[in-house]
T-cell receptor, first 112, second 115 residues
Framework: KAGVTQTPRYLIKTRGQQVTLSCSPI?????VSWYQQTPGQGLQFLFE???????NKGNFPGRFSGRQFSNSRSEMNVSTLELGDSALYLC???????????FGPGTRLTVL | AQSVAQPEDQVNVAEGNPLTVKCTYS??????LFWYVQYPNRGLQFLLK??????LVKGSYGFEAEFNKSQTSFHLKKPSALVSDSALYFC?????????????FGTGTKLQVIP
């Protein structure tokens, strides 16, 4: 079974721009979660989508949004980028909501 | 608010010796607890989880974890460490927070197994 894939792997943006990251879960998994990983804050939960609906969310501002498509693929969007948004963004899929999660390799976002 | 504490930034252990990576948690309701491992230049991988039942949970690569409700701990253990176990280990808890479920990760513990 193919693992979780994320595209692109690396991104460089400037402040004020917006960015869209993509995640394809393991086949059959309906839950996709997004995390932000930084050296200072560690791994922080952004939100979870299950069957095209945002089911759970963390404590991030509204600039961070996402969606899930009928094939379970998910996208995360960050608008009005700030320097502090520079991070590794991880996507994880699971068969059930926030159960055992399988992580993708991440997208490294650098905001200049 | 739920939280996870991994009190040791780094744990050093000699190859062949037993290892323990500590984790304590705070969560409302029954805890769902996880351990994940991150190898250099590789993604996070699931090791084991506790939902209910036996307090000793066995997982991948010979790892196990002991759930202790009274001490709100979920320490990761292995009887005999391998050099290949050297990696970053994360403890995580799933619980309710503000009407939503969320997963909170600890800050991670770097395990260094010395040959």
């Amino acid at each position: 079974k193919a693992g979780v894939t994320q595209t692109p792997r690396y991104l460089i943006k400037t402040r004020g721009q917006q960015v869209t990251l993509s995640c394809s879960p393991i086949s059959g998994h309906r839950s996709v979660s997004w995390y932000q990983q930084t050296p200072g804050q560690g791994l922080q939960f952004l939100f979870e989508y299950f069957s095209e609906t945002q089911r759970n969310k963390g404590n991030f501002p509204g600039r961070f949004s996402g969606r899930q498509f009928s094939n379970s693929r998910s996208e995360m969007n960050v608008s009005t980028l700030e320097l502090g948004d520079s991070a590794l963004y991880l996507c994880a899929s699971s068969a059930w909501t926030l159960d055992t999660q399988y992580f993708g390799p991440g997208t490294r976002l650098t905001v200049l | 608010a739920q939280s996870v504490a991994q009190p040791e930034d780094q744990v050093n252990v000699a190859e062949g010796n037993p290892l323990t990576v500590k984790c304590t948690y705070s969560v409302s309701g029954n805890p769902y607890l996880f351990w994940y491992v991150q190898y250099p230049n590789r993604g996070l991988q699931f090791l084991l989880k506790y939902i209910t039942g036996d307090n000793l949970v066995k997982g991948s690569y010979g790892f196990e974890a002991e759930f202790n409700k009274s001490q709100t701990s979920f320490h990761l253990k292995k009887p005999s460490a391998l050099v290949s176990d050297s990696a970053l280990y994360f403890c995580a808890v799933r619980g309710n927070s503000g009407g939503y479920q969320k997963v909170t990760f600890g800050t991670g513990t770097k395990l260094q197994v010395i040959p």
